[in-house]
């Protein structure tokens, strides 16, 4: 089924250590992004890419890094964790078309640092 | 930068009571609009959508909202809500970001709706 794929989907990690999440989608849409989703604040733009080769910073991007090497993958990494990088992280991507906004999420990842 | 706001925190309600949820958004230019639900433990799942055209806009599961550029809100409504309604709601704005070209959707913080049997 064509969709966002997000690995994994629960990981606990120790404050200081580092993971990549990855972001996969077969849709060959042109944006993708990554968001976090903590109680009461909604969902938080990290970073984005508009094509392959691109990144940028979204509202609250410290702390993680992104890579878009291939078109279809977005990467996500936490160099050294902190514990107030507990929380849902949500892909995203979507389409270039002008009149296609329509986003498609991936399932989440449930991320602990202790 | 675009922001939206959602007034209610948590709403309950009975069943058979009627749902209109709240959201406001910053942004004065062309912007598409969205509701998303998140029912418990899962992933988000859109409930409705605003491009263009008629501002009134009727989504899945009973919900429809109503787009006033006026006032730049983009209301949730149903009629009569079920227990199964019960979950987390997001509206969220599809529109330039401050200093950039390139469109992002940006969220409220969500609105929990508790509906008791």
């Known amino acids: 089924n064509a969709g966002v794929t997000q690995t994994p989907k629960f990981r606990v990690l120790k404050t200081g250590q580092s993971m990549t999440l990855l972001c996969a989608q077969d849709m060959n849409h042109e944006y993708m992004y990554w968001y976090r989703q903590d109680p009461g604040m909604g969902l938080r733009l990290i970073h984005y890419s508009v094509g392959e080769g691109t990144t940028a910073k979204g509202e609250v991007p410290d702390g993680y890094n992104v890579s878009r090497l291939k078109k279809q993958n977005f990467l996500l990494g936490l160099e050294s964790a902190a514990p107030s990088q507990t929380s849902v992280y949500f892909c995203a991507s979507r389409g270039s078309a002008v009149n296609n906004y329509g986003y498609t999420f991936g399932s989440g990842t449930r991320l602990t640092v202790v | 930068a675009q922001s939206v706001s959602q007034h209610n925190h948590h709403v309950i309600l009975s069943e058979a009571a009627s749902l209109e949820l709240g959201c406001n958004y910053s942004?004065?230019?062309?912007?598409?609009l969205f509701w998303y639900v998140q029912y418990p433990g899962q992933h988000l799942q859109l409930l409705l959508k605003y491009f263009s055209g008629d501002p009134l806009v009727k989504g899945i599961k009973g919900f429809e909202a109503e787009f006033i550029k006026s006032k730049f809100s983009f209301n949730l409504r149903k009629p009569s809500v079920q227990w199964s309604d019960t979950a987390e709601y997001f509206c969220?704005?599809?529109?330039?970001?401050?200093?950039?070209?390139?469109?992002?959707?940006?969220f409220g913080k969500g609105t929990k709706l508790s509906v008791i049997p």
């Open positions: 969220a704005v599809n529109a330039p970001r401050s200093g950039a070209g390139s469109y992002q959707l940006t």
């Open positions: 942004y004065g230019g062309t912007v598409n």
